[in-house]
Every structure is written in structure tokens, then in C-alpha cells.
């Protein structure tokens, strides 16, 4: 490992003068070589597969294993999406002039070295590195065991695009290991890799954010909210609801908990029936639980629950301040939202609400990078420091000073 | 420690909300409180010189413990000047519409719960509990034992303040104790503690560094670099060369290594003369240390050598690109400058120096945050997360994503 880094940062340190022309090449050559590859990536996909069934993985975890001609020309496509990405490096983010005559610009430059630990997906591999490269940085991958065959394929063509692009082979590494210790190590390296990304389950973010000693852009969880104000259009409300919930009820920005205003407690079933009517189990308060023999009491444990699974939690509260009372306990600080046409409430929880994305009147699933116009985003990321809500190509950069003057010296 | 840290969040959760006003109104009410404190002031200040003699302090370190009329009227003074400073909190750093109809902005919130540790500065515990709070942060302070009682007393003025305005008295809490174990559970304190700023000599912030598990705002040192290119006009190469060594030789942006274009190896004694002649002891390399009888050679050593004394090292390299490769090996990340008339070779430096200032024929001594029309500056950072140079207000808040829509829900 600590050659690995070694040769990351020097790759970075080439990286971060590399033409923008030269890296979308490099993106170009690899979606290339990954379509000229695709019978020897579903040979080594099925090795993946094979070695997945004998470990007994559960079938979700096999589908996202598994890749077919769909799948790998999605990979290459969405490197393709990232060439069309404006590259952030080198952007002015403000420039000023001093009384002392210096002209004084804050320019944008790549973070250094990423370091991605990540699951069973092979689409990572492509997804971060890509996205790693076009913001000028070195990243060292660290896949799952069980994509271990289809990874290494992936990464031999991302290697393709670099060296024919003629960029360090290094910029895009991937830990060829799936000894575990891979992970502690990376996790130690501070001083050669500048921030860890982990993508995958719970378990995994809980272990990267617990042990790390680099800087860590993630979110353990997305326990989110709307709340139906007592202002709200029901229309609305019962649209971003059911929505927020079921349009997809595995992502991070899937609502899990439903606040409901108790002055319009007689409008609460209205709310609740579509989404239950699709199949979602609803665990209410005592008045919620009541309107339906179907639906079953939440309890203390159910409001600091994510689901990730069409199950609901709904809770009764006294207007907008109680709502954002029971978020600033039981929310993960991911995604939460107001259906109000109140638009002091609406502002109240704009303003008071500490969660990295707080919404007016819209789903809480637009909680996507891609829905943000920020582009492929690496994740989402709750802590406060550096890079808040999605973590696209401008939070994977640094910055620095240009100071331009003409002899100042300082009195 | 923990039960500190419960309520410097609960504190920060009502400073997060807290109008500019009431803010600046406890930093005017402690201004006011520090003069008409200013006897107790001087007593309890006394009980730390004879407390620093008996423990044998330096005159330096004695010097910068002690207070008198003059310095306690700056120290309420630099309140003064932070209630000038603009309120970062709730700026809209950007805003946009995406085609979904959502409007979406990005505003600054203050980062959380800061902890501050120093050393024997008493005006730290004020500069620093001051800045903190005008960004909207909660601070736990953690003083050098030297200052403890000066230390003390300047926080229970900054409560006044507080309460006078207010806010939580918890906003700025100073831990009560010269057990040096707080530091180090104050390290350890992640989910409570958002960033650590430490303030002081090298061994401080190189202990603060290995062991911190929450992120960490500082530089180990500034080894800065000043450039002289065969391009330079030698009266500014002159001037800047003897104000970035000389101005002051103890700040973290004085300049520690001279770097010459040997194409002007003739010009050299031109431009070191001046330094040398204010007594600054010249450390070259064959070349340079052949110059004057008074010049010595130069060890591998002094090329990685913040002095922080009137010691300059000096060394010949082969025009831009060798310049830059000395920088990139030598340089701690801190400030580095060029002089030249030669504009390509002047973007070549800023674009290829990796430092978190990079300038152009001005002094290294620049390096400030007042400077860069920051204000106060609590530090300069030369990690390459969330701050990176002067470490000013803006450098203290986070963000947060706020999205205005009509009722959108994601298809």
C-alpha cells in the first residue's frame, strides 16, 4: 500500500497540471476499450458470479454483481457523460484587488489523492475513478471482493484510456487484493491520501467513519422527512409523499418518516392510503395506527429507523416547529422537506432545519447530484466539513491563492 | 469533557439561528466588560508571571503572556473589529433553477462546534472566542496552563457578554483545568467537536496533527519561498527579498530559503547584501557561501528548515522549472512567490507551485488573512480541506443546500 500511494501522488502531482483535452481522452479511450472488452468483461463477470454463489450471497447482492451487454455499455456511457462534465480545475472562484495593489484570486485545484472503498458494484470502478480523474486527482480503488474479476477488467481498460492518453498509468490504481487489511491501511494513510470515499452498506461506512484517520465525504444514512404542514395543498402533499417514498424505496433520499401537522389530522389518511395502497406498511402514532386495521404502531425504535424498504413511519405534531423538534433528533441530517403553501413556515424550516438538503414543497428523491445540475456525484456526503449534500466534480477540488502584484512589500 | 461538549452543541443549535445583531451585541458587552476589568485583569495576569517564572518560562514566552493597559485595550479593540466584519451566516453562495422547476441555493451555515487549543497568548482565548462566535459557532477553548488565570478572566468577560445579549452562555466555554488529558480527549471528540484549531509552536500542532480523529485547521510550519528569476528587475527582487526575510523573521510567512536563477548568479550578492546587512546570518550553497567570508555553507538540512530567526538559506537553481522542483520537495505548502517581469514564467509559478499561496512579485510577509481583506484570521490552514490559507470567518461555516419547488415530485 504505501507504494501505492507513493505513486499516486506522483501521478497527482501530473494530473493536476493535465489539460482538460488530455483527461477527457483518457475517459474516451477507456469507454472504447470497455466496449472492445466485453466479451472478456462478462468472462470475468461470470468468474465473479460463480465465486458470489459459492459464498452464498443473497440475489440482490448477485444483480449487483452481474453485468450483460446493457450494463457495460451503461458504464461506458457514463464516462462519456462525464467527458460532457465542465472541468472545475483552474476555475476562478473570486478574484479582488487589495489597497495594497495585489490582485488576489481564488483558483480551483484538484484535492490531490481519493482513496474509494467500495462493494459489490463493478460500476464503481469506472463511476469514481472517472469522475476522480476529470477533477485533476490520483485515486486508489479499493472494490469489493466479490466484483474482484469484473473490477480488474474494468480498471485494465480505465489503464487503456490513461496510457493512451498519455497520462501516468497510476492516476486510476486499483488495490489488487481482497485481503481485507487493504482497507485499514488506506484508511491510515494520512499525508498521501487526502480523503476517503466509501461507498456501499451501512456496515461499511460505519467501519470507514469509525477507523479512518483521513477525512472521510459519506453518509451512514438517509433518515428522511416531510412534513405536511397544516397550510399544505393536500394535492401536493399526497403527490410528494407518495413520491418521496415509493418511487424508490432503497436510496438514501427515500422519505422513511411522514410528520404530519395535527390540526389537519382528519387529512392524514387521505395521505397515507396511496402509499399504503402501493404495498408500503405503515407504522403510526397511537391516532395514526388507529385508521386502519392494516396499519401497526410505531415504536421509539421506528423513528430512528431506515428502512431502505417500502416501510413508513408517521407521526402526528403540533405545527412546524414540533416538526422541526423531531427532526433535530431522530433525522440523519440527509434530506428532509415541507409541504406548505405557508411560506413563513416554509421559510422557518428552510432556515432552522440543520440537514445538509432541506426542500420546500418537492420530493425528497431529487436529493441527486443529477437532479442538482452538478452532474455524476460520488455520493452524498452529511458531515460539514468540506463537501455537504452531493459530493460531485467541484467538492472533489481544493483551491489555492493566486497573489499577482508588482514588488509590494509589507510595511 | 462530554458533558462540555453536550452543551457546546446545544449551544450551537441557538447560535445557528442567532441574528448578526445579538451576536455583535455580546461582542461589544464583552469589549466593555475587558476595560472595566482591566485591574482584575492585571492581578490575575500577575498570578500567571509568577507562576510562568517559577516554572522558568523564557523571557519570550514571559513576554507574550503579559498584559498591560495597552494590551488588554487591543485586545477589546479586536472585538471591535470583528463587529465590523460582515456576518457570513445565511449568504447565498449561489443559486440556481434546475429544468425540473426546482430553485435550488446553496447558504452558508456555520460549521458547528469549534475547538480551539493554545498556548500562552491570553488574547487568543478572546480573538479566538470571538471569531468563532461571530460566524455562528460554539467553541470550547482549551488554554495554554501559563495563561490560566489571564485566560479565565477574559472568558468570564466574554460570558458577560453572552449573557448580556442573550445567547448561551455556553457558546464559548473555557475547560477549566490544566490537566493536559483535556487535549487529548478533546481530539477524540468526533460527532461533537466539528473542527480542531490549534495555535501555538511546532510540537502543539504537531501532537494536534498525529492524534486528532477530528479534522484539524493548521500549518505544521512555513518554510516560504521567494523565487529571483534571470527575468527579475533586481530593485524589486531586492526589495521583496529583504521584506520577506526581514520585515519580521518570526511569522509563519517569512521567507526561509532564497532561490536565484543561476543566470543571474552575478546579480546574487546584490540581493542577499541588504538581508545580511540587517544581521541575518547567510546559509548558501558553494556558490553563495563563497560570496563573503561572513556567508556559511549550507547543509542538506537547511533546505527543510523553518528558522523563524534571522538565518536565510540561499541556493542557485536552473531557472523556473528547477525553482518549482525545489519548492515542491522542500516547501511545507505555506506561501512561495516569484519575481520576475516575465509573465509566462510568472503563470507557470502560480500554476505549478502547490502551495496554499502562491505570489508574484510580492512579499511572502503577505500571507495574512487581514491582508487578503479577510479580517481576522484565526490561522492559516495549509491542508487541502474545507479552509486552505488564511482561516477567516467564511472558513468557519459550512453549507447547506436549500430547494424551493411547486410541488415536483421525480419521475
Redesign the interface.
Known sequence: MTGMGERARKAA?VL??APTEQKNKALQLAADSLRANKSRLLAANTKDIIYGEEKSLTDAMIDRLKLDDARIEAIAASLEEIIKLDDPVGDIMAQ?D?P?G?N?SRVR?P??VIGVIYESRPNVTADAGALCLKAGNAVILRGGSESFHSSTLIHECLVEGLEGAGLPADSIQLVPTRDRCAVGMMLKMTGVI??IVPRGGRSLVERVQNES?V?VFAHLEGICHVYVDADA?I??AK??A???KM?RTGICGAMETLLIDRKIADRAAEIIEPIAALGCEIRGDETIAALDASYKLATDEDWDTEYLEPILSVKLVDGVADAIGHI?VHSSGHTESI?TENSEA?EKF???V??????????T??ADGG???MGAEIGIATG???A??PVGLEQLT?????????????P
Open positions: 502531482s493536476a497540471q479582488w487589495q495594497s495585489l488576489i485545484v484535492l490531490g487526502d480523503i484517520r477525512p395543498d394535492e401536493k403527490d410528494v407518495l413520491n418521496a418511487r433535530s409541504v416554509a428552510l432556515k432552522c440543520d440537514s445538509a438538503i432541506v426542500m420546500h414543497n418537492a420530493s428523491q431529487f437532479e442538482f445540475g460539514r466539513i468540506h455537504r449534500g481544493s483551491f489555492k491563492y493566486q497573489v499577482r502584484g508588482t514588488g509590494q512589500t509589507r
